[in-house]
């Protein structure tokens, strides 16, 4: 193929079902929850393409019915380890020099694939194992991906292109994006079941192998994702699966002389460790890991006294209270001025004590269940540390109960305090707290940008311009995603490249060309067709 011109198409963003009753869709993907609810499977390490079964395992359940098991996975050990990145630096091999058309073609299937029929399986995987309902599970596990799938294929054309623009007469300068030397280590969220197939994958496109552990709690969907891999004709060894604990997999990865890059998304302080380890670590490396990661967020809302009541309420709602605010870019703190307080007050409430919340299995439900004990217990220790602080009043919300699955209600905290804890801190739950600001404008724009470490994704509600152009002006780093008029989530690929920086990570924009740019290294070659022949230059003849 490499001697004909092969454009890439156009991408096109996935259009979204919305699964409404008695919709195609709608049945399909309810014979498919009852299908995978009924059954318990054994998901096992992938390594070069073969299963392992390691004996070490754990459990996946339903986050919302947690005595239901869904799963039993196997857990990866340094011995399983040592061999995917043998097998993995032996896949990079061919893969690295594949001819591009044979690996986009690959992706390209992929988001064939996805589209049908593995859409249905993501999406019921997505609902069932991390509690989602069923327009979150259809907007990332199916759309978003094959969004990431068909842009970055049609991105990684476009690096390609990139070529020195002059080459003087008789020579001929090239340049040529090399896949990186060694291996990716993929670290993958339970949040986004298109983070967890974009992370590995991304790198892989470029003609990167990659290591691949999958969060704990999303093992499940991400077994399936490992099917599609497979079904789209991806060589064995270039994404190996590894499940298991993080103490374990992480520092027995990243002491591999091997290690080229990291692809992360997850807590700050993982992050940072990571990092840390990376240059504890440095001169032992054979080249210099490129290191690109999306962390933490403490998500803002800020309007202005002009702000449309019903736009900022339901910003607000949608931002903090989708998939139970377990969104990096899930709003969590809200300036509202004083005077607009008490209409909006009393409409806010009124519209969340409409916010249904149960089983992912009925369509009715906005809400569902937090992934685990672990974060159950962590939000709920926000709520009571509100109920029983003299600067803090709960207006929506504030119960809990994990007896049957992880319900935690939509939470609204008031606060007279705007460096309240749980203004600053983030909370990755169903709890927003609420600042009624008597300062100016100009003086709440500021303390929006000084309150927290993180500059991930925040929004402007205001119907002046000139307040809205202050703005923009004054919160430039606070967030790297800023809307204006809308909620601070749902970013879409091939629209709103995401990514933050501050404590937030490395700001790469997963979903543009700038994060594929991170996985090629580049080569020039020049060539002359004309040689010299003698060492002097003319400027040393004698006069």
């Known amino acids: 193929m490499s001697d004909k011109v092969v454009m890439v198409p156009p991408a096109v963003n996935e259009t979204i079902l919305n699964y409404a009753p008695g919709s195609p869709e709608r049945i399909e993907l309810i014979e498919t929850l009852k299908k995978m609810k009924s059954e318990v499977i054994e998901i096992p390490l992938i390594i070069g393409g073969k299963e392992i079964y390691t004996g070490n395992t754990a459990t996946n359940v339903m986050p919302h019915n947690h005595k239901h098991v869904l799963a039993n996975y196997h857990m990866v050990g340094e011995k399983e380890i040592a061999h995917a990145i043998e097998v993995s630096l032996d896949a990079w091999k061919t893969w690295s020099v594949m001819p591009w058309e044979s690996r986009v073609a690959i992706f390209k299937r992929m988001a064939v694939l996805l589209a049908h029929p593995f859409g249905h399986i993501l999406n019921a995987a997505t609902m069932l194992g991390q509690s989602k309902n069923a327009y979150q599970a259809e907007i990332d596990a199916a759309c978003e991906?094959?969004?990431?799938?068909?842009?970055?294929?049609?991105?990684?054309?476009?690096?390609?292109?990139?070529q020195p623009p002059f080459s003087p007469t008789g020579t001929w300068n090239q340049v040529e994006h090399r896949a990186l030397e060694g291996f990716v280590f993929a670290v993958?969220?339970?949040?986004?079941?298109?983070?967890?197939?974009?992370?590995?994958?991304?790198?892989?496109?470029?003609?990167?192998?990659?290591?691949?552990?999958?969060?704990?709690?999303?093992?499940?969907?991400?077994?399936?994702?490992?099917?599609?891999?497979?079904?789209?004709?991806?060589?064995?060894?270039v994404i190996n699966f590894i499940p298991g604990k993080g103490s374990v997999v992480g520092p027995t990865v990243m002491k591999s002389k091997h290690l080229a890059g990291i692809h992360f998304t997850g807590s700050t302080a993982v992050f940072q460790n990571m990092w840390k380890t990376v240059g504890d670590n440095i001169s032992h490396y054979k080249t210099y890991p490129r290191i690109v990661g999306e962390t933490g967020g403490k998500d803002f809302i800020v309007a202005h006294e002009s702000a449309k009541m019903e736009v900022l309420r339901t910003a607000v709602i949608r931002g903090a209270f989708e998939y139970q605010g377990q969104k990096c870019s899930a709003a969590s703190r809200v300036y509202i001025p004083r005077s607009m307080w008490p209409d909006f007050k009393e409409s806010y409430v009124a519209e969340v004590a409409k916010i249904k919340m149960g089983d992912v299995e009925d369509f009715e439900n906005f809400m569902n269940a937090v992934i685990d004990q672990g974060a159950f217990n962590d939000i709920t220790a926000y709520i009571e540390y509100a109920k029983n602080h003299k600067d803090a009043e709960i207006i929506t919300g504030g119960n809990h109960d994990d007896s049957t699955g992880y319900f935690i209600e939509p939470t609204t905290i008031v606060t007279t305090d705007p460096h309240f804890k749980t203004?600053?801190?983030?909370?990755?739950?169903?709890?927003?707290?609420?600042?009624?600001?008597?300062?100016?404008?100009?003086?709440?724009?500021?303390?929006?940008?000084?309150?927290?470490?993180?500059?991930?994704t925040g929004a402007v509600i205001s119907n002046d311009r000139d307040a809205t152009e202050l703005a923009v002006e004054k919160l430039r780093h606070s967030a790297g995603n800023f809307y204006i008029n809308d909620k601070p989530t749902g970013a879409v690929v091939g629209q709103q490249p995401f990514g933050g920086s501050r404590a937030s990570g490395t700001n790469d924009k997963a979903g543009s060309i700038f994060n594929l740019i991170r996985w090629v290294s580049q080569r020039t070659i020049k060539e002359n067709f004309l040689p010299p022949t003698e060492f002097p230059y003319p400027f040393m003849d004698k006069e």
Do not use: H, R
Request: glycine share 6%.
């Open 145 to 162: 991906l094959i969004d990431f799938f068909n842009f970055n294929a049609m991105y990684l054309q476009e690096i390609y292109k990139q």
């Open 188 to 237: 993958t969220p339970f949040n986004f079941t298109s983070i967890a197939g974009n992370l590995p994958s991304a790198p892989a496109l470029m003609g990167n192998v990659t290591l691949w552990k999958p969060a704990s709690s999303s093992v499940y969907s991400g077994y399936y994702l490992m099917k599609m891999f497979k079904e789209a004709g991806l060589p064995d060894g």
């Open 423 to 456: 203004m600053e801190e983030e909370i990755f739950g169903p709890v927003v707290t609420f600042y009624i600001y008597d300062e100016s404008w100009e003086e709440v724009l500021d303390l929006v940008d000084q309150t927290s470490p993180y500059a991930l």
